[in-house]
């Protein structure tokens, strides 16, 4: 991914920073839209992912729509060209303001998560005289097998309603009047690798799908989130998802009634591959079995790794010498602030180049200023 022509300008960038390859942003928005499309399915972008305008305004233009699980996302959402009417919006704990700002640009669809939720958008709802169209974000029970702090479709995580409350949430909505119920949602994870989660998942969908139907509730919109994973191993060989496999298991065993919609939130998939956070190397320091590479980004600018142990591809980019171990460390005050142990990176030294691979989601999203650093800057493929 990168020549010695990329590499000659990064060294006139002051470090770090992210760098976003739009060519590939691009094939991939391509990509999935195209696999989609096959199949008639819709897609949201989840901005939480990357809110970047550059990177929000290249997504709206190719026609996505926009999944938001804040106030302002949504708000973030509708200035970068996302059409009201293709939003949604997600989170377990929307404060009364999200809802209000929801509700008064008239977004697609609210997704619900409780009952006593249910309950206060009914409210808002008459206070601003509107009807609320909503979904009811639902708890399958399907593990996702991913890392736990990343899994969100088991009855023990926090979002969304169980099936033993659907009774209640029916007998619910028949009396609130200003509820529109338009969707059932699902989002069982994140970085999900095994696409066998995503057939567990059609499965479940498929039973809740034909209980609210039998119930007299048909949902225009299925909704099955995001979650897709990238290949952090190989960011160069598996570039872009295979959204092909994916899109196809939907396809072939979601049963959708009537005229149902079905609804997808890539947000990882789409930007992950994309994005690589640039580093200096500050200092190499010999300890007792590894040499630390002390480099100038830290855990405030990718926490990943500290958050959930994860893995990213660490390159020396202006090194050609020979393979050596090191734990790659980051200046923060902190142990957990360490992007890879036992790397192998060519003969590393002060001044090098570093590039950690594969930071496109959920990366600059992250990001703070602990230890009062400075936020990394942004730098695009078409800029340089
Ligand atoms: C985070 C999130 C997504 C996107 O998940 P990815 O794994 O990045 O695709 C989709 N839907 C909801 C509701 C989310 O919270």
Not at 95 to 113: F, K
Not at 181 to 209: A, M, P, W, Y
Not at 331 to 339: A, I, N, R, Y
Request: aromatic residues 8%; contains cysteine.
């Amino acid at each position: 991914m990168f020549n010695t022509g990329i590499t000659e300008k990064f060294r006139q960038i002051r470090t770090p920073f992210y760098y976003y390859d739009l060519g590939l942003l691009n094939a991939t928005i391509s990509r999935c839209l195209q696999e989609a499309d096959r199949h008639g399915f819709y897609l949201h972008y989840a901005l939480k992912a990357n809110s970047n305008a550059k990177i929000l305004d290249l997504i709206s233009s190719n026609g996505l729509g926009a999944d938001c699980v804040s106030g302002n996302e949504v708000s973030m959402a509708l200035a970068h060209g996302f059409p009201a009417g293709r939003i949604v919006f997600a989170g377990v704990g929307k404060t009364d303001d999200e809802l209000r700002l929801a509700l008064g640009s008239g977004i697609q669809s609210i997704n619900v998560e409780s009952l006593q939720e249910m309950e206060v958008i009914h409210g808002l709802a008459s206070a601003m005289d509107k009807k609320a169209r909503i979904s009811l974000r639902i708890i399958p029970n399907v593990d996702a097998h991913t890392h736990r702090h990343i899994t969100t479709g088991l009855e023990e995580n926090k979002f969304g309603i169980l099936p033993w409350q659907f009774d209640a949430v029916l007998d619910r909505l028949r009396s609130l009047d200003r509820l529109e119920l338009q969707g059932l949602h699902f989002h069982i994870g994140s970085q999900i690798t095994d696409l066998d989660v995503f057939k567990s998942l059609c499965d479940r969908v498929n039973e809740i799908n034909s209980w609210f139907t039998e119930q007299g509730f048909t949902a225009d919109i299925i909704n099955v989130g995001g979650g897709l994973g990238v290949d952090y191993g190989e960011p160069d060989k598996c570039s872009i998802p295979d959204f092909e496999s994916y899109f196809r298991i939907f396809s072939d065993l979601v049963e959708l009634h009537g005229r149902q919609q079905l609804h997808f939130e890539p947000g990882r998939a789409i930007v992950a591959q994309c994005g690589s956070l640039i580093s200096t190397v500050l200092f190499i320091k010999e300890a007792v079995n590894t040499s630390f590479a002390i480099i100038d980004a830290g855990m405030n600018d990718l926490i990943r790794p500290a958050l959930y142990q994860s893995y990213h591809k660490i390159q020396n980019l202006t090194s050609t010498g020979k393979k050596r171990k090191y734990d790659v460390v980051g200046p923060v005050c902190e142990s957990s602030d360490c992007f890879g142990k036992s790397v192998i990176l060519c003969e590393t030294k002060r001044g090098d180049l570093i590039a950690i691979r594969s930071t496109g989601a959920y990366g600059q999203t992250m990001a703070s200023r602990y230890n009062l650093r400075d936020l990394a800057a942004e730098v695009y493929s078409d800029g340089i």
